[in-house]
């Protein structure tokens, strides 16, 4: 679960600081801002998200920044060329990607719908309880090194995206000299579930002081 972040500890943490005026002193998920409420989305510009990648800690070593050196690219990708660690996905939730993440934005903004072609934005908007939020839409994240592609982050959405046929936008990482966190699996080895397995069963071989603490810098895995 992503516990809101204070805004300036996520500055202090990150470098990231949103270029448009608000009032919001948090950062929360973007589940959280209430449909209806959004006043300003922002294209993320490249330096806010570059300091919010390089910032990623390891869940064992707060101090330990694997992608602090890597290259990062933005592309889009096949969700096919993908190699996977997790074991799973819900059909709760990527039944919610088709049902309700295009409503978030109605048609007040001029942004690309649905999730393959959304780039990284900055979401200005009221939470549940009425208070002034600011929350991110990061692209699944990929790390690339010897010859392997892995899937970070964005599982759901690309398994959308694969069953529908196209590509979806990625942050591509390379030159990660960091262990992966788990061993990695090709997309035949997937389970569609209705209820989130034991903890010890939703990743191949998962070490746990490798995981990559995305939240800790503003992003909802």
């Known amino acids: 679960m992503f516990e809101s972040i204070p805004l300036d500890e996520f500055v202090g943490r990150t470098g990231a600081q949103p270029r448009f005026a608000s009032t919001a002193q948090k950062i929360v998920s973007l589940r959280d801002i209430r449909p209806g409420t959004i006043t300003t989305v922002q294209v993320m510009p490249r330096r806010y998200l570059e300091s919010m990648i390089r910032s990623i800690t390891l869940e064992g070593d707060e101090n330990r ?11 889009r990708k096949d969700p096919y060329e993908l190699e996977i660690g997790q074991t799973f996905v819900e059909r709760m939730k990527y039944q919610s990607l088709l049902e309700t993440f295009e409503v978030l ?25 009425g208070e002034d939020a600011i929350a991110h ?21 690309n398994f959308l995206v694969m069953r529908i046929g196209t590509t979806i936008e990625s942050i591509v990482l390379k030159g990660v000299d960091t262990p992966l966190p788990c061993e990695t699996r090709n997309w035949s080895t997937i389970r569609v579930v209705d209820e989130k397995p034991l903890k010890h069963e939703r990743f191949y071989d998962l070490k746990p002081e490798l995981f990559r603490n995305l939240k800790r810098s503003g992003i909802d895995g």
Do not use: M, W
């Not at 920044?65 to 592309?75: F, G, Q, V």
């Not at 900055?122 to 309880?129: E, L, N, V």
């Open 65 to 75: 920044r694997p992608y602090a050196n890597c290259e990062i690219k933005l592309a």
């Open 137 to 157: 839409y990061i692209p699944p994240i990929i790390e690339s090194s010897n010859n392997v592609q892995f899937l970070l982050d964005g599982i759901h959405r």
């Open 105 to 129: 934005f109605d048609e007040d903004f001029c942004v690309t719908r649905g999730v393959a072609k959304c780039n990284a934005l900055i979401i200005f908007g009221k939470t549940q309880d």
